[in-house]
């Protein structure tokens, strides 16, 4: 039998652990500021701001006993919490434990939900202690719903009510709507500002059947910034979905059904209608139990332009440092915001030349580009069909790579007709590379404590996995290497293609719909882009670049790719990529600010700086050759900072690369060493370690 104890004593255990969260106390709940629309109801409790979807109730309870069908004026609106006990005998003690694991591990929930309590038990011939509903009328809770098809009436001390619904009813908190005889309860959300200004909008499903999502159009006026719309993480606890409850923002340049796709792009807006389906990768996420809640900032059509020459919006903030710092380019609103905020677990971005790995690289975090053709990018705008991927972006690497792993299948993979490749093969073993290949025009770094800290983790990871480090020139092997032709010109012939494959694409999926469009709606004009965009296209020569120029193109990638798989980054019969290839995306070791002066000083660099000695920089290896590249981050360094004027830490990050179908191993790898302690988890805020 269950060991009772007072009810004042959990009573005091349950608001002692709630003040600690959110000042919880007992009494009535008042919902201040209320805002109701067709839509969402808004209404705040203490400091806090919350949203209910109030065009479409989750679920509706029934009272069944007639004497209290007007227990509630019609519509009134209260906090609710589900509560679904496993146990026979629902205790004050039993209640106490799942109320404190709310408070503990949900920052959505507060013991202000509890003015309402719905309770249920998947337990058979269940029935509730007169202890427990004391315990709950102490707790502040003002009604108490019992679950008429699975609890005895309590003598009118609970309201019992019947849950007819096909839905799964899952627990946490809710606002409910009281009508005669009826109470629906409506999906709520927290709204967190986005401080740092990496979000387009906030956004939830409309929970209508359609698929469909809203945007979120409010923002926090004397922060400028947007809200964005979180649900609670208990609704998730007994999703057996692998990535159910995980809080993922979305680059804004995938379609969302419902939310208008921006690319960046005022002008792209105008012309394009709000997207009527979700991107199958995209969905895929939802499918898989993931919840989305907003898309995010991005260079204009996903160009690597520098913080200072974006024109239509505001380059997103980089917690990290002095909050100057760059946080690159095209997907800078997901890698700032994993940087920012503990609430958001993932963004999902692009990467095409360097878009996933730079902005990882900068906040300290983890990114990856995929083997090419790893997933489909239908309903992504595209920048170059042959070598643009999407990716993750995260900050715990165990949790990071079972993210990734989960959301890559072999249903979407692309096919051959758009990566020009040999199918994708991926291969899913602990059988990792043998050597560490360790290109010495990539090194040293620009900066010596960063460097150092590099050889450390490198080192540790050739113990840890009985590896080999092997000193080799990547630049001299692909400048004299006859990989297209005879002739000591293959590498500059691969680069030329890749700028080929991206102008063509870039020029029939963007440029030409939006010059006509816009051409048509206003008297010949051309349309107002960013200045690289306007240079681009007023340049761009049809004679040079086309159809034909784009698949002979195609062919050489595909050349380039086989050579590359045999003789540099080669599978084995003890390994799907004999050696992990690592390099530098960052920027050496030495910050990057998002105002261009600081970047001219004697401890700043501008990104994009090449080493000395190097033919290719390390951007580029995977969009041309199709393989694996993974950010990962490492450590931390000190840098006397121009904005703040005090010392101030620069995250350090190294890339690794490995074969094309080789990420699962790499996944693999990086959750080995996350074991051994040699890759940690990184924080949000000013400090990444």
């Known amino acids: 039998m269950t060991k009772m104890i007072s009810c004042k004593k959990?009573?005091?255990?349950?608001?002692?652990l709630s003040s600690a969260f959110e000042g919880g106390r007992a009494g009535p709940v008042s919902l201040a500021n209320i805002h109701e629309g067709a839509e969402a109801v808004t209404y705040q409790l203490g400091n806090t701001t919350y949203l209910a979807n109030a065009k479409s109730p989750r679920h509706t309870l029934t009272?069944?006993?007639?004497?209290?069908n007007n227990h509630h004026a019609a519509g009134i609106i209260k906090t609710l919490t589900v509560i679904i006990a496993n146990e026979t005998i629902v205790t004050a003690h039993y209640l106490n434990a799942i109320i404190s694991s709310?408070?503990?591990?949900?920052?959505?929930?507060?013991?202000e939900f509890l003015g309402s309590v719905y309770i249920t038990s998947s337990a058979a011939n269940a029935r509730i202690h007169a202890d427990a509903l004391e315990y709950l009328s102490s707790a502040g809770s003002e009604t108490i719903y019992i679950d008429s098809s699975v609890f005895e009436s309590q003598s009118g001390r609970a309201i019992p009510v019947h849950h007819n619904s096909a839905k799964i009813l899952a627990p946490g908190p809710y606002t409910a709507v009281m009508?005669?005889?009826?109470v629906s309860l409506l999906d709520t959300y927290r709204l967190y500002p986005d401080t740092y200004r990496d979000f387009v909008t906030g956004m939830y499903?409309?929970?209508?059947?359609?698929?469909?999502?809203?945007?979120?159009?409010?923002?926090s006026s004397r922060l400028w910034a947007p809200l964005v719309p979180v649900p609670s993480r208990i609704h998730s606890w007994e999703d057996p979905r692998p990535l159910a409850g995980k809080r993922v923002a979305i680059k804004d340049i995938f379609d969302v059904k419902g939310l208008q796709t921006s690319a960046g792009?005022?002008?792209?807006?105008?012309?394009?209608p709000i997207a009527n389906s979700t991107a199958p990768?995209?969905?895929?996420?939802?499918?898989?139990?993931?919840?989305?809640?907003?898309?995010?900032k991005l260079a204009q059509f996903a160009s690597g332009a520098n913080p200072w020459d974006w024109t239509d919006g505001q380059a997103p903030f980089n917690p990290r440092g002095d909050g100057y710092l760059t946080c690159a380019a095209s997907t800078s609103g997901g890698a700032c915001s994993i940087a920012a905020y503990g609430w958001l677990d993932v963004a999902i971005g692009s990467d095409t030349g360097v878009s996933m790995r730079r902005p990882a690289a900068l906040t300290g975090t983890f990114g990856n580009r995929p083997s090419q053709g790893m997933i489909t990018l239908e309903g992504m705008l595209a920048q170059n069909w042959a070598e643009d991927t999407a990716g993750v972006l995260g900050r715990n690497p165990a949790e990071w790579a079972k993210f990734a792993k989960a959301w890559y299948t072999p249903e979407l993979h692309q096919p051959e007709s758009i990566t020009g490749l040999s199918p994708l093969s991926v291969q899913d073993t602990t059988a990792f590379p043998t050597q560490i290949l360790y290109p010495d025009e990539q090194f040293p770094l620009l900066?010596?404590?960063?460097?150092?800290?590099?050889?450390?983790?490198?080192?540790?990871?050739?113990?840890?996995?009985?590896?080999?480090?092997?000193h080799t020139n990547l630049s001299a092997t692909l400048i004299n290497a006859p990989i297209l032709s005879d002739k000591k010109d293959s590498l500059d012939r691969l680069l030329m293609a890749t700028a080929t494959l991206t102008y063509w694409s870039s020029h029939v999926a963007v440029a030409e719909p939006l010059m006509t469009e816009w051409a048509r709606l206003y008297e010949g004009r051309f349309p107002l882009v960013d200045p690289l965009w306007r240079k681009e296209w007023s340049q761009f020569n049809a004679s040079v670049i086309n159809q034909t120029a784009y698949d002979q193109a195609l062919r050489d990638k595909r050349k380039g790719v086989d050579w590359f798989e045999k003789h540099v980054l080669s599978e084995t019969p003890q390994s799907c990529s004999e050696s992990l290839l690592i390099c530098d995306i960052g920027t050496g070791g030495l910050p990057s600010f998002r105002e261009k002066a600081l970047n001219q000083g004697p401890n700043a660099t501008f990104l994009g700086r090449m080493p000395d000695g190097a033919a290719i920089s390390c951007s580029m290896i995977c969009p041309i050759f199709g393989c694996a590249d993974f950010t990962i981050p490492l450590g931390q360094v000190p840098y006397h900072s121009p904005v703040s004027n005090v010392t101030e830490q620069f995250p350090v990050s190294l890339n690794m690369i490995v074969r094309r179908g080789c990420d699962f191993v790499l996944f693999n790898m990086v959750e080995k060493l996350a074991q051994a302690g040699i890759i940690r988890t990184v924080k949000t805020g000013k400090q990444a370690f």
């Open 205 to 219: 499903p409309l929970n209508d059947g359609s698929g469909s999502f809203m945007p979120l159009q409010s923002m």
């Open 10 to 16: 959990i009573l005091i255990e349950v608001l002692a």
């Open 281 to 296: 990768a995209i969905q895929r996420l939802v499918d898989l139990g993931a919840v989305l809640v907003g898309k995010q």
């Open 265 to 272: 792009s005022q002008a792209w807006i105008q012309i394009t």
């Open 102 to 111: 709310y408070l503990g591990n949900d920052d959505v929930f507060s013991t």
């Open 63 to 68: 009272i069944t006993s007639p004497k209290d």
């Open 179 to 182: 009508s005669k005889g009826k």
């Open 447 to 470: 900066n010596p404590a960063a460097q150092e800290i590099v050889e450390a983790v490198l080192s540790s990871i050739a113990k840890e996995l009985n590896m080999t480090i092997t």
